[in-house]
């Protein structure tokens, strides 16, 4: 199948360890590439744990009541995982609604040392 997506709804405390489930089902032992800084052309290179903590990060910005979803949309043929995370918050006005892309790419492995 060239195209997958898996939607992942759960409280934000809970959402790091669900997408570290995911990502070991889906990419054993797999490292990812993510772009940091598009003009410099940085790329960092991210195991499961490295996702992990990223994700975290962008939710840890968000009050403590936020609702979360996860939707990863996974393009085989370009080796490519998009994480789009939505997040609820409370707001004075009412629920405000944020979606953040984290788009990665499948790294090769790494050729091992001699």
Avoid: C, H, W
Wanted: proline letters at 5%.
């Amino acid at each position: 199948m060239p195209i997958k997506t898996t939607v992942i709804s759960t409280d934000k405390d809970k959402m790091t360890d669900a997408l570290g489930e995911y990502l070991r089902l889906n990419f054993t032992d797999q490292r990812f590439a993510r772009v940091t800084d598009r003009y410099e052309g940085v790329t960092e290179i991210l195991d499961t744990t490295g996702v992990q903590d990223e994700l975290a990060e962008i939710i840890g910005y968000y009050p403590e009541a936020t609702e979360t979803q996860l939707t990863a949309t996974q393009v085989s043929a370009t080796k490519t995982v998009t994480l789009t995370i939505t997040v609820v918050f409370p707001d004075v006005a009412g629920p405000g609604t944020e979606t953040i892309q984290v788009p990665l790419t499948v790294a090769e492995p790494a050729a091992e040392a001699e």
